[in-house]
């Protein structure tokens, strides 16, 4: 099959169409993956902050979240009070790889015994990774829980 340009009256064949229409249409998905990385990591975040505590106790708790940065300074001095299945999430934290001192303290509740903790994680990759406080009643781990991951599912499996 020919099919003519009706503007200079020359002919191109359909494997012609065909073949340039394949390309552009390569070209134009070829670079998604990259694309949509920066969409994916924006919805990341708003689900995170860079230190998150999430409270999937049977209760509603109050209490304070400190963290040290590797230079021995105060990168975050908080206090939190949540309903159950509730979250706080803070930002501008995490300014260097390294390690990072977490301390909780609740006040006026104990959950199975215990009213505080302290951690010191390690931060490999201040874009990615993320520092989480979960406060929980499930008896297959402690009840405040202080771990490094990416995603919220790292930090909510220890509530399920």
Known sequence: ???RNHTNGTSTTRRQVLA???TVFLTSVAGC???LKPVRDATSD???GEVNVFNMAD?????SIEVVDPAGETALEKTFDLEHEQDQNSGDVLGATGE????VALMNTEIEGSSQANKTVSIEDTDEERIGVVFNTNEEYEPIVIRVGTT???FLEVAN
């Open 152 to 154: 919220p599912k790292d």
């Open 1 to 3: 099959m020919r099919l």
């Open 46 to 48: 708003v689900a995170l």
């Open 33 to 35: 993956n990259t694309l």
């Open 20 to 22: 340039v229409s394949g």
């Open 59 to 63: 209760r509603r708790i109050e209490g």
């Open 100 to 103: 990072y001192t977490v301390s």
